[in-house]
């Protein structure tokens, strides 16, 4: 099984201000199978990102990823105010699993 | 993507078993790989396992093996999710999520379905 450990566990930012969350894999994950996920109070899970790069459908062009091997970053250009929430990483590559989650929460 | 609707809230007794359904709608159900994802509150997202209905093909979590059996019914376009001798930690809310080989991903999730073990 590979693991996943987000970081950091909280990010306090203000709206405008650029997001940097991390997601290291415990083996080398292949980006096709490393996606991005959004979670707000309430509601399942929204796909933002797949194959660690690739937006999925309606998502602004402010959420990228990047990354490959064991490291990959999803970055929030300029936080808006929809956008605070809870972010996972997810590999497929084997068994699936999530990360831990990084909540962006407003300072 | 497809729609997928849930079952209702429950309240289950420690030791009795949990059968949670999820329709597909508005999109191809039987060459998708169905996969169900739970949250104790305040947590994260756990994968519990997965079916694809065309083959009749399951693949279970070490966590679960022995107590969660996933189904699915091709003539209603359901899948269901099947879970055994209950304990205090299966109180969650369960989640059917699709996996689609365009995006290797999860692209549709079904609204939830909260399971409260209560005696």
């Known amino acids: 099984e590979i693991a996943l450990t987000q970081s950091p566990g909280t990010l306090s930012l203000s709206p405008g201000e650029r997001a940097s969350l991390s997601c290291r894999a415990s083996?080398?994950?292949?980006?096709?199978?490393l996606a991005w996920y959004q979670q707000k109070p309430g509601q399942p899970p929204r796909l933002l990102i797949y194959?660690?790069?690739t937006r999925a459908t309606g998502i602004p062009d402010r959420f990228s990823g990047s990354g490959s091997g064991t490291d990959f970053t999803l970055t929030i250009s300029r936080l808006e105010p929809e956008d605070f929430a809870v972010y996972y990483c997810?590999?497929?590559?084997?068994?699936?699993?999530f990360g831990g989650g990084t909540k962006v929460e407003l300072k | 993507q497809v729609l997928l609707v849930q079952s209702g809230a429950e309240v289950k007794k420690p030791g009795s078993s949990l059968k949670v359904s999820c329709q597909a709608s508005?999109?191809?159900?039987?060459?998708?790989?169905f996969n169900w994802v739970r949250q104790a509150p305040g947590q994260g997202l756990e994968w519990m396992g997965r079916?694809?209905?065309?083959?009749?093909?399951?693949i279970y979590a070490q966590a679960f093996h022995g107590r969660l059996t996933i189904t699915a019914d091709d003539s209603t376009n359901t899948v269901y999710m099947e879970l055994s001798s209950l304990t205090f930690e299966d109180t969650a809310v369960y989640y059917c999520?699709?996996?689609?080989?365009?995006?290797?991903?999860?692209?549709?999730w079904g609204q939830g379905t909260l399971v409260t073990v209560s005696s």
């Open positions: 999520a699709r996996y689609t080989t365009t995006s290797y991903a999860f692209d549709s």
């Open positions: 508005g999109g191809s159900f039987t060459f998708f790989a």
């Open positions: 079916i694809v209905p065309s083959l009749s093909s399951t």
């Open positions: 083996q080398i994950v292949s980006a096709t199978y």
């Open positions: 194959g660690a790069s």
């Open positions: 997810q590999q497929y590559d084997s068994s699936p699993f």
